[in-house]
Each structure stands twice: as C-alpha cells, then as structure tokens.
T-cell receptor, first 115, second 114 residues
Framework: NAGVTQTPKFQVLKTGQSMTLQCAQD?????MSWYRQDPGMGLRLIHY???????DQGEVPNGYNVSRSTTEDFPLRLLSAAPSQTSVYFC??????????????FGEGSRLTVL | GDSVTQMEGPVTLSEEAFLTINCTYT??????LFWYVQYPGEGLQLLLK?????DKGSNKGFEATYRKETTSFHLEKGSVQVSDSAVYFC?????????????FGTGTRLKVLA
C-alpha cells in the first residue's frame, strides 16, 4: 500500500527560485493538507483541500500556492523561495466522515533548504 | 481561536518508568482528540484517538481519556521502553462554521534511557 507519497525527499533551492512539492494519495481521501514543521513550533497548516477544485488557507499560507485538480494529487508550489521557507514539509490526508476529519495519514516528509 | 497546549519537553525517563504527557485544548463545539507519534526521520502516525467525552483511547500500552470538564487529553503509559523514544503530538479536529480544522500542539520529545 503506497498511502501518501511525497516527492522530492530533499531539495536545496536558491533564494528566488520556484519549485513544486508533489503529494499523491491512493486512499480516495477527500481531505488533503500541507504542513510545515519547524523546531519548537510543531506543525503549522499551510493549505488544505476538502475535495477536487476546493482549497483553503491554513495558518501560514503566504508564499505558497496549491491546487486540487484530482482527488489523488495536491501539489504545493513555492513561488519565490525565501530562507524563511527552509523547513520540513508534510502532506497529510484523511476521510471526511461525520462532518469532521478522522485520522490523518502522513507522507514521509520533504526537507527543503533555501540558501 | 482553537488551540492545543502540551507540556514542554524534552522528557527523559528510565526504562520501565511511568509516563505522563499533559495536553489541554481550547475549542468550540465537540472536537475529536488525537495523539500522534513521530519517530526520527519519519512522518507522524496515529497513536490513539477519542471522539467524545469520557472516551478512552488506547494503543501499544498508551492511554488517554477525553476529559471535557478539564478540557484535557493527557497521555499515559505505565512502563516505557527505549523504543518509545520519539516526539509525541496532541491534536484536535472538528468543523466550525463549515471550516475544517486540525490543530497540533508543539510536540513533546521523549527520551527513554536503558
């Protein structure tokens, strides 16, 4: 079972470059989300989606774009990378049952360094 | 707004010691509560959950009870092992005014010494 797959696992960028972190899930989950994890700050929600064509901002959306054209894929785009975006990024997905999210299934993470 | 507060770490224990990691929450409505665990170099994975007041979640010897009166969901284990060394996250989820939310605490690092 693939679950949630993130690519790449590691990436080094220069300030101002753009890139896309890919996320795919094979569990037919309606809910998908992106988090960043920084030391001492836990996980902070960047963007999320409750279905194809529907996205919304989380706690720290600035500098990031998302789209959800299919149920399976939820890419995260960095438009113009900044050193403050150096972090570990996690994609996570879940069923939307009973009006609330259930267990989140996480990818293995993508470590991004912006020089 | 909604939030989750968990005890600062790191927590260092000897093998077979009793573990408590405190977690309290602030939320409107009736959230579901979770504990997730993150081992080095990995993503988070669900440890246990509770969906309503007085529910007890349990897994791998860990337990937590959903206490609405004290807005708490403390994680406990009677006898920790070296393999329990990891970072533990408390989280809540729910829906408010049509907005889905999933909020994590800052995490508590546990180190168990042999």
């Amino acid at each position: 079972n693939a679950g949630v797959t993130q690519t790449p696992k590691f990436q080094v960028l220069k300030t101002g470059q753009s890139m896309t972190l890919q996320c795919a899930q094979d569990m037919n989950h309606e809910y998908m989300s992106w988090y960043r994890q920084d030391p001492g700050m836990g996980l902070r929600l960047i963007h999320y989606s409750v279905g194809a064509g529907i996205t919304d901002q989380g706690e720290v959306p600035n500098g990031y774009n998302v789209s959800r054209s299919t149920t399976e894929d939820f890419p995260l785009r960095l438009l113009s990378a900044a050193p403050s975006q150096t972090s570990v990024y996690f994609c996570a997905s879940s069923y939307l049952g009973g009006g609330a999210t259930g267990e989140l299934f996480f990818g293995e993470g993508s470590r991004l360094t912006v020089l | 707004g909604d939030s989750v507060t968990q005890m600062e770490g790191p927590v260092t224990l000897s093998e077979e010691a009793f573990l408590t990691i405190n977690c309290t929450y602030t939320a409107t409505g009736y959230p579901s509560l979770f504990w997730y665990v993150q081992y080095p170099g990995e993503g988070l994975q669900l440890l246990l959950k509770a969906t309503k007041a007085d529910d007890k979640g349990s897994n791998k010897g860990f337990e937590a009870t959903y206490r609405k009166e004290t807005t708490s969901f403390h994680l406990e284990k009677g006898s920790v092992q070296v393999s329990d060394s990891a970072v533990y996250f408390c989280a809540l989820s729910g829906v408010t005014s049509g907005t889905y939310k999933y909020i994590f605490g800052t995490g508590t690092r546990l180190k168990v010494l042999a």
